[in-house]
């Protein structure tokens, strides 16, 4: 069984940095594509940076290019997602998912086999 687990979230003001590591137990072969996700108060979950974990190809979301960096330590089996330049409407619970590759970097929801429990980040003005 594969197991996420997410830390680094909190309370920042507007401007602000966060950095979000996901520790991923472990990577089956058929799953190589780690996607951050969040979800927002009232709106549905989306994606915001794909990886995959043997290239180094990333993909960002329109909505967080600039300013959210994806990046991964294969050795540590971490996948961290760096926030700058926050916004209040980055607001919400993010999410680090494991799946494939197949069909994009960044995963649709669809495409996610193992999710993490999630953290915080709210964003105050």
């Known amino acids: 069984q594969v197991q996420l687990v997410e830390s680094g979230g909190g309370s920042v003001q507007t401007g602000g940095s966060l950095r979000l590591p996901c520790v991923v137990s472990?990577?089956?072969?058929?799953?190589?594509?780690v996607s951050w996700f969040r979800q927002g108060p009232q709106k549905e979950r989306e994606g915001v940076a794909g990886?995959?974990?043997?290239?180094?190809?990333?993909l960002h979301a329109d909505s967080v290019k600039g300013r959210f960096t994806i990046s991964r330590d294969n050795a540590k089996k971490t996948v961290d997602l760096q926030m700058n330049s926050l916004i209040v409407e980055d607001t919400g619970m993010y999410y680090c998912?494991?799946?494939?590759?197949?069909?994009?970097?960044?995963?649709?929801?669809?495409?996610?086999?193992?999710w993490g429990q999630g953290t915080q980040v709210t964003v105050t003005s």
């Open positions: 998912a494991l799946g494939s590759c197949r069909g994009g970097l960044l995963l649709s929801r669809a495409r996610v086999t193992y």
């Open positions: 472990s990577y089956p072969a058929e799953w190589n594509c």
């Open positions: 990886i995959a974990i043997n290239s180094v190809a990333t």
